[in-house]
């Protein structure tokens, strides 16, 4: 990922126990040359494939990639991950 323009650090508890800094990133929308518009998505060391996502435009393309982040870090919630906005701060999980 180049250029990164959404990132959310947080702390995250798995289900273990095991404690982890977690990085959520968004990077910048690319134009391809068929004219559809993507955007990266990281989630950090959470165990997931690297992903891309796609609109029809830039705004599209980054709204979705938000969207998959957001709905990623649910599902890791309902798999007994709990998320922090810091270690011993406030929950960040829905």
Same mark, same amino acid.
């Given at each position: 990922?180049?250029?990164?323009?959404?990132?959310?650090?947080?702390? +995250?508890?798995?289900?273990?126990?095991?404690?982890?800094?977690?990085?959520? +990133? $968004?990077?910048? !929308?690319?134009? *391809?040359?068929?004219?559809?518009?993507?955007? @990266? $998505? %990281?989630?950090?060391?959470? !165990?997931?494939?690297?992903?891309? $996502?796609?609109?029809? @435009? %830039?705004?599209? &393309?980054?709204?979705? +990639?938000?969207?998959? $982040? &957001?709905?990623?870090? =649910? *599902?890791?919630? =309902?798999?007994?991950?709990?998320?922090?906005?810091?270690?011993?701060?406030? %929950? +960040? %999980?829905?």
């Amino acid at each position: 990922m180049d250029t990164i323009v959404a990132r959310r650090c947080l702390f +995250a508890i798995a289900p273990d126990g095991t404690e982890h800094e977690i990085v959520l +990133a $968004v990077g910048a !929308p690319r134009l *391809h040359p068929g004219g559809e518009w993507s955007a @990266d $998505v %990281s989630l950090g060391v959470l !165990p997931y494939k690297p992903f891309t $996502v796609f609109g029809v @435009d %830039s705004w599209q &393309a980054l709204e979705l +990639a938000m969207r998959y $982040v &957001a709905l990623q870090v =649910e *599902h890791f919630t =309902e798999q007994g991950w709990r998320f922090f906005q810091e270690k011993g701060g406030e %929950s +960040a %999980s829905r």
